[in-house]
């Protein structure tokens, strides 16, 4: 369903396009009107507690013409104003015109669930959209790569912050709102401040005390995002502890739920079997789907979807697992956020070892490094040739650094051979928030941060409404993500076993030990050898990529010298994302 609304006399044009999840009545069309005030608004996501809120909302007067939750946020903001932000909870992007003081309030949640890109024209124009292609296929704005922010790419796969790969147009933070008056920003600021909880640790007596808080906010997450919805709700299931908790819990809501499992062929990527077992002892019903070996068309049409360069090859199978399940369900939860929140990254052991190892020799460091070189990969999930190289790398810097370099794709030289830009190292802006922490909550700070956003959940909002399809995320109930923050460390990481307080509570309440969870990635390496010639000859008639450099990463791949899978599909996002800019461009010059 799309609509409009057109005020004239401001000069105020609101579209919406509705995927109907709750009160999917035209009641419930957007943009939707506040006959009282004349305010308007316009939103994306799902408000989890808008029954609680609409209580509340009741019994001061208000009166309702819809049941849905954006008539919440509207009638919320007549009564509460900008503080109506703070009392959602829920996934959500939204702008509401306040007619009254012919401004603009921008909102996008807590840990960036839902985009909201801007493009701002002091004085002229102010243009918002939480997809960027709306915004570029309008005729007044430039499309021009910053080529500033591409070494930031290379490296992280992504673009950090508030920028994005497109100059004068920015992302609004999450957490964060923004008002607009006469086309000019009078505020931007934050309305949640998570370092907070980080700083303040709780106390409990035993052990027993603090699964009892647990519960107390993951129970009521789970059900909440369960019963905000009018149509049927499903529940992504793999063999981690994530996944399996929420579907044993979402189960006991809903006895008629369904649970899905994407699996692969290459046995050393599926976890198939192990989420079948789950599923069969809790009596969840269980769907299957097997991802065969992918055709190169069909490797490439995921990369149709995204709106900043991404090259995250999981995209591939999140987008299939989507395809596949909004035939028997709109709304899916899934277990993003808790290895985050709860430190379940191999990345947080890599921490904890870098500070028994952060005094070795430099001469002994450089030693092992060049020992590595000669070692050939065995291209599996993540190989440990690749793993061992970056924790030796890291090793050279700062803990801090050394963190963010984890996860770095490409390094300084190779970002000058590939763009002939470099990259200038600059770390996360928000350490500061969390100096005076424990270096593992620093870190879990640092990823809810930046990588959270701006990888995982970009990736599932994309590929999810690509399908139509909307996934929730209940472990990134806000509620949750507090507590998890004030957390002390040893309830988060015992020794090097992560997730501990998840998996003793699975343990505890449902006599359960989960899997090991080997993670959603996909064959990457194998559908580059099968279709190296293509995939090849796609790169490099591009004109974007240093030839001579690509041919290198191809037989050192082929050759099996060393994975070069992240670095050939981070190369691969940012190709097809260009390509699909281009044929933005042509329609524009059309129009």
């Not at 993500?481 to 988060?492: D, G, N, Q």
């Not at 959603?520 to 099968?530: K, V």
């Amino acid at each position: 369903y799309f609509n409009y609304n057109f005020n004239p006399n401001d000069k105020i044009f609101f579209s919406h396009s509705r995927l109907s999840i709750i009160d999917t009545s035209e009641t419930g069309n957007q943009p939707m009107f506040d006959p009282l005030t004349k305010n308007l608004i316009i939103f994306n996501g799902e408000i989890y507690n808008y029954k609680t809120l609409k209580k509340e909302l009741l019994s001061l007067g208000v009166k309702f013409t819809s049941s849905s939750d954006t008539e919440i946020i509207l009638l919320g903001y007549r009564q509460w104003g900008i503080n109506v932000i703070k009392k959602l909870t829920g996934m959500f992007a939204f702008a509401i015109w306040d007619n009254s003081k012919k401004q603009i309030v921008l909102a996008r949640d807590r840990l960036g669930e839902k985009p909201l890109y801007f493009y701002h024209d002091p004085g002229k124009s102010f243009i918002f959209s939480s997809n960027l292609k709306t915004i570029l296929i309008n005729k007044f704005i430039p499309i021009k790569v910053n080529h500033n922010n591409l070494p930031d790419y290379f490296y992280k796969g992504y673009v950090d912050g508030d920028k994005s790969i497109i100059s004068n147009i920015k992302k609004l933070n999450p957490g964060n709102y923004l008002i607009i008056q006469n086309h000019k920003i009078i505020k931007e600021a934050d309305y949640w401040n998570l370092s907070l909880y980080f700083n303040e640790k709780k106390k409990y007596s035993t052990e027993d005390a603090m699964f009892e808080e647990l519960n107390s906010v993951l129970k009521p997450s789970i059900e909440n995002q369960i019963k905000a919805s009018d149509v049927p709700v499903g529940v992504f299931l793999s063999s981690g502890v994530d996944s399996s908790l929420i579907s044993i819990m979402a189960n006991k809501f809903d006895k008629n739920i369904q649970s899905f499992t994407a699996g692969f062929i290459d046995q050393r990527f599926n976890e198939a079997e192990l989420a079948k077992q789950i599923a069969k002892k809790f009596e969840i019903i269980n769907k299957e789907f097997i991802i065969d070996e992918l055709q190169f068309d069909q490797i490439m049409e995921p990369f149709n979807y995204i709106d900043e360069p991404y090259g995250d090859a999981s995209l591939i199978p999140t987008f299939y697992l989507s395809r596949y399940t909004k035939d028997y369900t709109k709304v899916i939860l899934s277990g993003d956020g808790g290895d985050e929140i709860f430190l379940g990254y191999e990345t947080y052991r890599a921490d904890k070892i870098f500070q028994f190892l952060k005094f070795a020799p430099k001469p002994l460091v450089k030693l092992i490094g060049k020992g590595l070189s000669k070692i050939n990969t065995k291209q599996g999930k993540v190989d440990l040739k690749y793993k061992l190289k970056a924790f030796i790398n890291g090793l050279q810097f700062d803990f801090n650094r050394a963190h963010e370099s984890w996860r770095e794709i490409f390094n300084n030289d190779e970002i000058i051979k590939l763009t002939g830009d470099s990259e200038e190292k600059y770390l996360s802006n928000h350490w500061n928030d969390v100096k005076n922490c424990h270096y593992l909550d620093q870190a879990s700070y640092i990823d809810i941060k930046t990588w959270l956003p701006n990888d995982i959940l970009f990736k599932v909002d994309r590929m999810s409404m690509a399908n139509s399809q909307e996934t929730r995320a209940p472990l990134l109930d806000h509620k949750l993500v507090e507590f998890a923050a004030s957390l002390p460390i040893k309830y988060k990481m015992k020794l090097f076993k992560s997730k501990y307080i998840l998996k003793k509570y699975l343990s505890k309440k449902y006599n359960i030990k989960s899997g090991k969870k080997l993670g959603f990635t996909p064959p990457a390496s194998n559908w580059i050898i099968t279709h190296h010639v293509k995939l090849k000859e796609y790169l490099k008639t591009s004109n974007l990529m240093n030839t001579h450099f690509l041919d290198n990463l191809f037989q050192e791949q082929l050759n099996k010298n060393n994975d070069h899978s992240y670095k050939i599909f981070t190369i691969l996002g940012y190709c097809k994302w260009f390509e699909n800019i281009k044929n933005i461009k042509q329609i524009k010059s059309s129009i």
